[in-house]
């Protein structure tokens, strides 16, 4: 499957279909800063006009959005060979802010393990269960959390037992 990233939107395409999500309601004046360059350099040669051509352009391991929500912070990164995401949300911060909208699917639902699963012509593209944790001491502290389901295209997250006073992703 191939995945491409550009502002606040992830696309990933396989077998002919291409789901594209978007961050609903987010500040998309923001812009990421690329951290740990890879040494990899792409172009973008498209059409016939040079002057559109797009060479040796830096590739990174990870992307940072801040504050594209009141206090909410987003991360792209690659884990494994996958595009992963995470959403930091400030101590005070409403992690309720943040809506995902899917364009290119047929469907979507929440299975019983916790995945979302959104159904194309061509398949089914999983996003594993949310992981949500806490800092506390240098230690990790679990939370629980679960995709909802709003709509026909769109998702929040919704979590438990976390400390208003602590960041948590």
Excluded at 110 to 122: D, R, Y
Excluded at 140 to 162: A, C, K, L, P
Aim: proline content about 4%; some cysteine; hydrophobic content about 35%.
């Amino acid at each position: 499957s191939d995945v491409c990233s550009s502002d606040l939107e992830a696309s990933v395409s396989a077998g002919g279909s291409v789901v594209t999500m978007h961050i609903v309601g987010a500040d998309t004046t923001v812009k990421g800063v690329g951290l740990s360059a890879l040494p990899t350099r792409v172009h973008y040669l498209m059409g016939n006009d040079p002057r559109r051509w797009r060479t040796d352009v830096p590739t990174f391991g990870r992307i940072e959005y801040q504050n594209i929500y009141s206090g909410v912070d987003l991360a792209y990164y690659g884990w494994k060979g996958q595009l992963e995401y995470d959403f930091v949300v400030q101590p005070g911060a409403d992690p309720g802010q943040i809506r995902l909208r899917f364009e290119g699917m047929q469907g979507l639902e929440v299975n019983s393990a916790g995945e979302l699963i959104l159904k194309t012509s061509h398949g089914r593209f999983h996003h594993r269960e949310p992981v949500i944790y806490q800092m506390q001491n240098g230690d990790r502290i679990s939370r629980t959390g679960r995709y909802r389901v709003i709509g026909n295209d769109e998702v929040r997250f919704e979590e438990e037992n976390h400390e208003i006073g602590r960041a948590h992703v």
